[in-house]
């Protein structure tokens, strides 16, 4: 097949701004949908409408590509159109448990009245309970019932007293309590006169002083018996009073929760706590109310706080969002913690120190986590899967999952889990997960794959006009006009490398417009224009471009031998790129090849030297089964041949120089020179055919720019596979008022060629 000349019009496709149909006056509004990606589209909004469980979604593409914001439209399009329901929790004290906080779900927004219903009913309690104890008419209660209980203690030891009385017997107070003792005219009898009586009337006596003893230690037990049963009537009093109040008090909150029979019942709860506890409310309060030092245990004698609601989510607020982003996937940011306060050498906590996780503001919503954050974090994985598995939240420090803490902890009770999971990632990362997570394809039934590029049609050049100009806007950068969103449509089939597609990865072109809007405010210009755009796009690859300065100073100096005119055998130019800060330059490489009598072997002193990567490996290899093929139907060939790439120094990889190193082992084999003014790439398969290759913009640019610094005669060029043609983006480089070989300017470079 004869070589093709290309015509100037097949090296740069442009985009007429005409075409975008796009005016300086279009109204703002909001930002158009993600360009070019119907199949990704659908999939996240079949992910995120359909009920299922395990149906969360991996949206999976390059970084740039706009994966997030596919999320984050999808979700407000579901929010639009159907809205979702979520709920507000909390946290409160289990009166018989506290170690294991009761976790109570309410309609949004009245978690919010539950704690402020709470703190009023404490306020109130406080002035009601204390008031009513210090009232009169509870004095004179309690005076009655002591007057009651003192009369009938008294009444049982005036019996023992009238008994001894007849008995002959005196009851004596001692230091230890009451006894009993013999008398004689009304006076103790001493010792010695007892011991003198007749030992029958000392029997007597000693029989009547037993006798009235147990008497008297009956009537002891039963003014114990008395002051225990004093106390409870005084206690049972106080409770039936404080039972009053503290029914009055709750009785509006109950009517307003009366429709959540689980809030209905912790406040029965609170109503039986407050009778057990009315002391607690008769103690004095700080300054705000409190009865105790913050931080100490919710069942501490006189802390009110065990009657407080933690408002762990409120989905009324800000952060009652339809969408959470987690900036940081770790255990506690996920699933919450519990904190702890230290006081005097200990670390004291309660369920007003549990705080939600990132589980807990997205619940009933939506989570974006992106993968390679959320694998990083230890264990954070393994917790959301846990987490899913369940359909519940449950709050676990990761020490005490690995047993390192064997102290009491808090067991706050799990909140039902419902919402969806988006994982945003590479491709890479993905085929990992579903290689090596067994679980992974149980939970995350649906992928997104969004492409790297789009077809370059007439809908999507507006579309992608249409996004820049929005998201420009959205940025605060000035005005682009339909020229320079024509030149950021240009640059996305360069960086697809395909003159027919664009490159999805509108984050990329976003940043050339904020260069260029950068280069107009400086040139105190009210609008981005196409120069702008072509100047930010040179000067990214200029700040880039410190080793291929170094390079081409190398060639220029001869350095580095490459040839840009004449013939040699054995010698051709071949091509590479490499890619630094973002940004891809081309290379020249002098390929070699010296041939010989020998067994048939071709020799790639790349691979031998273990610099030639297997991709390079396989090229020679299949160029060898071309030369077999060609030349030894019959009979094997003498050929011993060598191939190596000159003055490189490190390691060579691809197969797109196995054209170029076909063409060096002809040229040895026949004798037949080759022109140094042209330049090689393309790959060879075993029938000799040219095979498409990448990077083909790069490779001419970097052997342009080494004829253009030596002085271009007109015979130069680069001979490429028929295939790539369709590849060619190539950038605008010097205009011909700059002389041959001169350094680059910004207005060369910015301008035509």
């Given amino acids: 097949m004869a070589a093709q000349t290309l015509s100037p019009e097949q090296l740069l496709t442009r ?265 607690d409310f008769r103690a004095p309060a700080d300054e705000d109310g409190n009865t105790s030092e913050a931080g100490e245990a919710a069942d501490a004698h006189g802390d009110l706080s065990r009657y407080e609601v933690n408002l762990l989510l409120d989905a009324s607020a800000a952060d009652g969002e339809g969408l959470v982003e987690a900036d940081l996937p770790t255990v506690p940011n996920l699933v919450g913690r519990v904190d702890h306060i230290a006081r005097f050498g200990m670390l004291l906590t309660d369920f007003r120190l549990i705080k939600g996780g990132l589980l807990h503001r997205a619940n009933g919503g939506h989570l974006l986590i992106d993968a390679v954050q959320l694998l990083s974090q230890p264990y954070a994985w393994q917790t959301l899967k846990r987490a899913l598995r369940r359909g519940e939240i449950r709050i676990e420090a990761v020490a005490e999952q690995l047993g390192l803490i064997s102290t009491v902890q808090l067991e706050p009770e799990p909140i039902p889990l419902k919402l969806k999971v988006v994982l945003v990632g590479t491709r890479e990362i993905c085929a990992l997960l579903q290689a090596y997570d067994d679980e992974f394809d149980q939970l995350f039934r649906v992928m997104a794959d969004l492409g790297d590029d789009m077809p370059r049609d007439a809908a999507n050049m507006r579309a992608l006009a249409t996004t820049l100009r929005a998201q420009a806007r959205d940025a605060g950068l000035l005005p682009a006009d339909a020229a320079a969103l024509a030149a950021c449509v240009d640059h996305g089939a360069r960086l697809a490398e395909d003159s027919t597609r664009l490159s999805a990865r509108v984050r990329f072109l976003l940043d050339v417009l904020h260069e260029a809007d950068h280069l107009a405010r400086r040139r105190g210009a009210a609008a981005i224009e196409r120069d702008d755009v072509r100047a930010a796009i040179a000067a990214r690859r200029e700040r880039a471009g410190r080793v291929n300065e170094r390079l081409a100073d190398a060639v220029r100096r001869g350095v580095l031998l490459i040839a840009t005119s004449g013939e040699r055998v054995g010698q051709v130019n071949g091509l590479s790129v490499y890619e630094v800060g973002g940004e891809g330059f081309g290379a020249v490489i002098r390929i070699s090849a010296t041939t010989r009598l020998g067994h048939g072997e071709v020799i790639d002193v790349q691979r031998e030297t273990h610099l030639g990567g297997p991709i390079h490996a396989k090229g020679v290899m299949i160029l060898s089964a071309f030369l077999a093929a060609r030349f ?67 490779k001419i640019e970097g052997f342009f720019d080494v004829c253009a610094a030596r002085g271009l005669d007109g015979t130069q060029g680069v001979l490429l596979p028929a295939a790539n043609v369709e590849h060619l983006m190539l950038r605008r480089t010097w205009s011909r008022r700059c002389a041959p070989g001169a350094s680059r300017c910004a207005a060369c470079r910015a301008s035509t060629t």
């Fill in 15 to 279: 985009c007429d701004p005409a075409s975008l149909a796009l005016t300086d006056a279009q109204p703002e509004g909001q930002a158009p949908g993600i360009v070019g990606q119907p199949r990704a589209a659908a999939a996240v909004e079949y992910a995120l409408a359909t009920p299922h469980a395990g149906h969360h979604l991996f949206v999976a593409g390059p970084p740039g590509s706009g994966r997030r914001a596919l999320v984050r439209q999808a979700v407000q399009q579901r929010l639009r159109d159907d809205g979702i329901t979520r709920s507000d929790w909390v946290y409160v004290n289990r009166f018989d448990a506290p170690h294991k906080p009761l976790a109570l779900e309410l309609p949004a927004g009245r978690g919010t009245a539950l704690r402020d219903d709470m703190k009023s009913l404490v306020r109130d309690l406080r002035t009601m309970i204390r008031t009513m104890f210090e009232s009169e008419e509870y004095a004179t209660e309690v005076e009655r019932i002591d007057t009651e209980f003192k009369q009938r203690a008294e009444q049982a030891f005036i019996e023992v007293g009238h008994e001894a009385q007849r008995r002959g017997l005196a009851m004596v107070r001692t230091p230890v309590g009451f006894t009993v003792a013999p008398q004689k005219d009304g006076e103790v009898m001493p010792p010695q006169v007892f011991e003198s009586l007749p030992e029958e009337q000392r029997a007597e006596l000693q029989k009547a002083m037993a006798e009235v003893q147990e008497q008297l230690v009956r009537a002891l037990r039963a003014s114990m018996r008395l002051r225990k049963e004093h106390a409870e009537r005084v206690r049972e009093m106080n409770r039936s009073m404080t039972r009053v109040a503290a029914e009055h008090a709750l009785e509006e909150i109950r009517e307003r929760h009366a429709d959540l029979p689980k809030v209905a019942a912790w406040l029965d709860a609170v109503a039986a706590d407050v009778v057990e506890h009315a002391d």
């Fill in 632 to 698: 030894s139907r019959q009979q094997p060939h003498s050929l011993l041949a060598t191939l190596v790439f000159e003055q490189t120094y490190g390691l060579v990889e691809g197969d797109s120089a196995s054209l170029a190193e076909l063409a060096a082992l002809l040229s040895s084999l026949a004798e037949l020179p080759l022109k140094q003014s042209w330049a090689l790439t393309g790959s060879v398969n075993q029938f000799g055919q040219a095979q498409a290759i990448g990077g083909v913009n790069e």
